[in-house]
């Protein structure tokens, strides 16, 4: 697609409940990002994607979290037993390159509230 | 601890007037972003600067980089009102798993 596409973009779930967001990445990008952005503060890594591989998985929080891109494309992350403090947007990314930090290019991201 | 350090983390100024953003980082690193940020919606990337020295101009916003001082400045040159959004530095690195950190952003209000 033309930009990167991420679903749903409200969520509203109750605490204890498993949520699962979906990134489609600009095609033919090669490395996917995951960031947590909560309210007034700036993108914190969660994980990494080089094609199918999970190269860096260091900033998730919790054993909670899991992130997969099977076949190198489209990316969910997963959050299992949704606790209050995982309420935030969700922005996943996507760059060209595997050399370097490239420009990234993110979605318009997916609020996750939990009650 | 790596850190990405913004300041002002909140701007006001008038139309017309100019303004600098400063974007202090800890660790060494040639790899330097600017995105912008409306309010629900995603980032847009503003510039790359990737060696000391660089300087890139986009209508009224100017970035640039010293590696040296771990600092990137983005000047704002007479604001308008379209410029109001928040404004967020980030640092590459590649020696960390490809990560980029960002600042905590500034907010930049532009009054008319």
Known sequence: GAGVSQSPRYKVAKRGQDVALRCDPISGHVSLFWYQQALGQGPEFLTYFQNEAQLDKSGLPSDRFFAERPEGSVSTLKIQRTQQEDSAVYLCASSTGTGGPGELFFGEGSRLTVL | ?112
């Open chain 2, 1 to 112: 601890e790596l850190k990405v350090e913004q300041n002002p983390l909140f701007l006001s100024m008038q139309e017309g007037k100019n303004y600098t953003i400063y974007c202090n980082y800890s660790t060494t690193s040639d790899r330097l972003y600017w995105y912008r940020q409306d309010p629900g919606k995603s980032l847009e990337s503003l510039f790359v600067l990737l060696s000391n020295g660089a300087v890139k101009q986009e209508g009224r916003l100017m970035a640039s980089l010293d590696t040296k001082a771990r600092l990137s400045t983005l000047h704002i040159t007479a604001a308008v009102h379209d410029l109001s959004a928040t404004y967020f530095c980030a640092v590459g690195y590649t020696n960390t798993g490809n990560q980029f950190y960002f600042g905590t952003g500034t907010s930049l209000t532009v009054i008319p």
